[in-house]
């Protein structure tokens, strides 16, 4: 399951609203516990691809590594990756499962009919390159970022 807070989620939708007719994407902070992905923050992100904005998008590295960077110094880590599909459902496509590569991660994909967000999907990627798979998972959202549980 992931979980995250109303006002992340609708950081993501207003993202993908904002962005149309093109795919924004993102990068989700946090921590799984007890199976549970629990988001603490949302990253906003360039779409770094220069073709196929619609139906496509990159996450520069250089945003990846300082997004990492940031996770280790909060005492998190990278748990998902989000983006828009403008004009398309919220599932993943065979360029989205090709180009994932953050297993355990949460994939979650934000619907955007005609410029106005919609249903929204998770999915988790599963597998090694091999047999890589994405797995659909709940999304709870809750009213505000519930406190990390960590055992020492």
Same mark, same amino acid.
């Given at each position: 399951?992931?979980?995250?807070?109303?006002?992340?989620?609708?950081?993501?939708?207003?993202?993908?609203?904002?962005?149309?007719?093109?795919?924004?994407?993102? +990068?989700?902070?946090?921590?799984?516990?007890?199976?549970?992905? *629990?988001?603490?923050?949302?990253? =906003?992100?360039?779409?770094?691809?220069?073709?196929?904005?619609?139906?496509?998008?990159?996450?520069?590295?250089? *945003?990846?590594?300082?997004?990492?960077?940031?996770?280790?110094?909060?005492?998190?880590?990278? +748990?998902?990756?989000?983006?828009? !599909?403008?004009? !398309?459902?919220?599932?993943?496509?065979?360029?989205?499962?090709?180009?994932?590569?953050?297993?355990?991660?949460?994939?979650?994909? +934000?619907?955007?009919?005609?410029?106005?967000?919609?249903? =929204?999907?998770?999915?988790?990627?599963?597998?090694?390159?091999?047999?890589?798979?994405?797995? *659909?998972?709940?999304?709870?959202?809750?009213?505000?970022? *519930?406190?990390?549980?960590?055992?020492?």
């Amino acid at each position: 399951m992931l979980r995250i807070s109303r006002a992340d989620y609708d950081l993501i939708r207003w993202e993908a609203e904002r962005n149309y007719p093109n795919e924004c994407c993102g +990068i989700l902070l946090g921590n799984v516990i007890e199976g549970v992905r *629990q988001v603490s923050m949302t990253i =906003t992100c360039d779409n770094a691809r220069t073709d196929s904005l619609a139906n496509r998008y990159s996450i520069r590295p250089d *945003q990846v590594v300082a997004t990492q960077k940031l996770a280790r110094s909060r005492g998190e880590n990278i +748990i998902g990756f989000y983006h828009s !599909h403008p004009d !398309h459902p919220a599932d993943y496509s065979r360029t989205d499962l090709d180009e994932a590569h953050w297993f355990d991660c949460s994939y979650l994909i +934000i619907s955007v009919e005609r410029g106005s967000p919609g249903a =929204t999907s998770s999915f988790v990627l599963l597998g090694g390159e091999d047999r890589k798979k994405f797995e *659909q998972e709940a999304i709870q959202i809750v009213a505000y970022r *519930q406190p990390l549980k960590v055992a020492l």
